[in-house]
């Protein structure tokens, strides 16, 4: 009988842990050709996540779970589960419902089929979600297909099934900044998407504040783009050329006219200040892909399990 992995990330999810078991098994009737495996992984809780997966697997020997040392990040999190998982098949599902677990069996024979290595997901809307949220999301993505040669499907989730092949090449790529989205896609393989319209979460509160999805949204960039990098050089170029151009209009003012007075304070303070501005930005942009290098030639593990069971 073929397996199928199921990799939860959970964060302060005590509430949904019970509620998400009970949906998955409610599908498995679907493919009862499959033994199901479940992972949970937990990203430094500190609620009672641990003491609502533990309760789960006295009572059903294929749950398992990584208990992380702290909170590490959901993409750590996420690759600890692709490297515990066993299935022939593996699936990367939130626990909160919001992706909905009827969706799976259709996924499943896709893949098994053949035809597909993976087949994702992505929401045709975000209903529900705040009007400024939804602007920045739509944003990030025409932003990032638009200046990277990885293209990441707008709406995409991280609810997808895959094979083993494509699994065991993630788990290669053994990055510490890690962007799954990108990720997902930078692997190739055959891979198609299934739309289905927003849904709510089933119970507790999402861990994703607005600021964190910024900065999640800005490592996607740095690590899937160098056009930032390009943006930083042309400003430079073009100040200088500004700046050459000025020069040599003064000299053939004073040539033209040798009593006119070289004045104009205000417009060189505005210059200056214009200049600085394109170098303090471009310094920040050359020191967030520094400081990823950073972490990279550090070599520190992505994750530290405290306990895997």
Do not use: C
Not at 142 to 166: C, F, H, P, W
Not at 189 to 211: C, I, T
């Amino acid at each position: 009988m073929p397996k199928l992995s199921i990799i939860v990330p959970v964060l302060n999810e005590q509430e949904t842990v019970p509620l998400f078991f009970e949906a998955l098994e409610k599908v498995h009737a679907q493919i009862a050709d499959y033994a199901l495996e479940y992972w949970f992984i937990d990203d430094g809780s500190t609620d009672g996540t641990i003491q609502a997966i533990e309760t789960l697997q006295a009572k059903n020997e294929h749950v398992h779970y990584v208990e992380l040392s702290r909170n590490f990040g959901k993409e750590a999190a996420l690759y600890a589960g692709l490297q515990q998982a066993t299935g022939d098949y593996v699936v990367v599902m939130d626990v909160d419902l919001q992706d909905p677990p009827e969706l799976l069996p259709e996924m499943l024979a896709g893949v098994a089929s053949g035809d597909w290595d993976a087949i994702g997901t992505r929401r045709i809307n975000r209903k529900g979600e705040s009007k400024v949220r939804t602007f920045f999301a739509e944003l990030f993505y025409k932003l990032i297909n638009r200046i990277s040669d990885t293209k990441i499907v707008e709406g995409a989730r991280d609810y997808r099934v895959m094979t083993r092949q494509m699994v065991d090449t993630i788990v290669q790529m053994q990055e510490y900044n890690r962007f799954s989205k990108g990720i997902f896609v930078w692997v190739g393989f055959k891979q198609k998407y299934l739309e289905y319209e927003n849904v709510d979460r089933v119970a507790g509160k999402s861990s994703w504040s607005f600021w964190k999805l910024v900065r999640y949204s800005i490592e996607g960039i740095v690590n899937f783009s160098q056009t930032p990098l390009l943006i930083s050089a042309l400003l430079g170029m073009l100040s200088f050329v500004f700046s050459l151009v000025f020069a040599v209009l003064l000299v053939i003012r004073q040539l033209l006219n040798p009593a006119a007075a070289i004045n104009g304070w205000t417009s060189m303070i505005v210059i200056m200040l214009f200049i600085s501005g394109i170098q303090l930005l471009s310094l920040g942009i050359v020191g967030r892909y520094i400081s990823n290098i950073y972490l990279e030639v550090k070599r520190r593990p992505i994750y530290v399990a405290r306990k895997i069971k």
